[in-house]
């Protein structure tokens, strides 16, 4: 089903009743708990794959929670992923002539080894692979499935993220359990590692690293040691070296997010899209894989520009435009005066700054809530000839959409990164 559930059906006297569980897919066998009854369907949670499937092919990564699928053959995947998109447009968005205005299907020129942005965390509570028993000490990795609070060694490479640096972030891990701190101990809520972030340029091959700790006991960790111990184990690839002081609680993406301090090189790193350059800083939003970045945003562009032919004589609205990218590309494409508009001030930060480096003029960008920017500049009702909209997972909510539609564009392109919330 959408989303990545495998659907399981149990025959009772009154038919079958449907089993959702998240990560699984057909012809496993695994084991599941029920966290929600309905009188026709179930949702669970995956506990363990007890069998594989059939479909499945050995791969020399480390299996993670994150990647469920990675050992699919990848025409198998683009067919889950195709079939359950489209049956979300017909089930959600009532759409059940979908196959006759559908386009194509685009492949990711990488299959592996793609993710340019990667969040690792630190646990004192520990899960052993081979073993399959937890363990109290220190860990760096992801969160075991289905927990917030156990992580697992990454010991070699994902296949998601780049393959030298996975297989030497067991260094890293060796480098801080040495230094006598602890790490985090999620339940108890104290310690003092908690999570290592690492952005990736493809354009230049480069690595940007952001060490979150909290301020316990911080005066005890040499910072210009780890700083000389980073720089000898990534060389010429580490562009910067950054360390936040985080003690939130909280467990979340959010919490990430710090004033940073630079420990070496820049805070940045640069990445090309269609022939501009893009400056990013670890908070800003970016396709996280680029490669497939720029086939997206080439066809955004020829959405915005087909039958579109009076496209420079318009005003172009980009909402939710984080760095500023599609804008940016249709500006130096086109005449149009652009607009962006994107509630995250670092990221409006980083897209005038990227629009001065390419030289581009007829572009300006707002840092703002899109549905408050909405209402206030009215003076674009009837002015705007395309509007893009990008929005996060959840979608635009059913207010700004509804400002969008009074707006009175001739067109509209709305990329999303979630059928279901689009279909809607």
């Not at 899109?370 to 959840?394: C, H, M, S, W």
């Amino acid at each position: 089903a959408f989303g990545g559930k495998g659907i399981a059906k149990i025959n009772t006297p009154d038919g079958d009743y449907v089993i959702f569980i998240p990560n699984t897919f057909t012809g496993q066998t695994v084991s599941a708990r029920v966290v929600k009854r309905r009188k026709k369907h179930a949702e669970c949670k995956l506990v363990e794959i007890i069998e594989k499937s059939p479909l499945e092919e050995d791969m020399p990564f480390q299996p993670i929670s994150g990647a469920p699928f990675i050992n699919l053959p990848i025409a198998v995947q683009k067919e889950f992923k195709k079939d359950s998109c489209l049956n979300v447009y017909k089930r959600i968005g009532r759409c059940n002539n979908i196959e006759e205005v559908f386009d194509e299907y685009i492949e990711s020129p990488q299959i592996y080894h793609y993710r340019n942005k990667m969040e690792y965390s630190f646990s004192a509570i520990g899960y052993d692979l081979k073993t399959k028993e937890e363990f109290d000490g220190f860990a760096l990795g992801f969160k075991k499935r289905g927990t917030w609070w156990i992580v697992e060694n990454l010991e070699k490479e994902s296949g998601i993220f780049d393959e030298e640096f996975e297989n030497k972030l067991h260094l890293i891990k060796t480098y801080c359990e040495n230094s006598g701190l602890p790490a985090w101990h999620p339940p108890k809520k104290v310690g003092f590692f908690r999570y290592l972030v690492v952005r990736k340029s493809y354009k230049d091959n480069q690595l940007l690293l952001k060490l979150v700790t909290s301020d316990t006991n911080i005066e005890q960790f040499d910072f210009k040691a780890f700083t000389d111990f980073v720089i000898d184990l990534l060389g010429d690839r580490l562009a910067g070296l950054l360390h936040t002081i985080n003690n939130d609680i909280g467990d979340n993406a959010q919490s990430r997010i710090g004033d940073d301090t630079l420990l070496y090189g820049k805070s940045t790193i640069n990445e090309d899209l269609l022939g501009l350059s893009f400056e990013i800083s670890m908070q800003s939003f970016f396709q996280t894989n680029p490669k497939c970045a720029e086939l997206l945003y080439k066809k955004t562009i020829e959405y915005a520009l087909d039958g579109n032919e009076n496209i420079s004589d318009d005003v172009v609205m980009d909402l939710f435009c984080g760095t500023g990218t599609i804008g940016q590309i249709i500006a130096s494409k086109t005449n149009a005066k652009v607009i962006g508009v994107d509630i995250v001030a670092e990221a409006i930060e980083n897209a005038k700054e990227n629009a001065i480096k390419n030289n581009i003029k007829n572009v300006e960008f707002f840092a703002a809530d899109v549905n408050k920017f909405l209402f206030e500049y009215p003076e674009y009702q009837n002015k705007i000839g395309t509007i893009i909209l990008d929005p996060p997972r959840a979608g635009i909510s059913g207010k700004a959409l509804k400002r969008v539609i009074e707006l009175n564009g001739n067109h509209i392109v709305y990329v999303s990164c979630n059928p279901a919330t689009q279909a809607r």
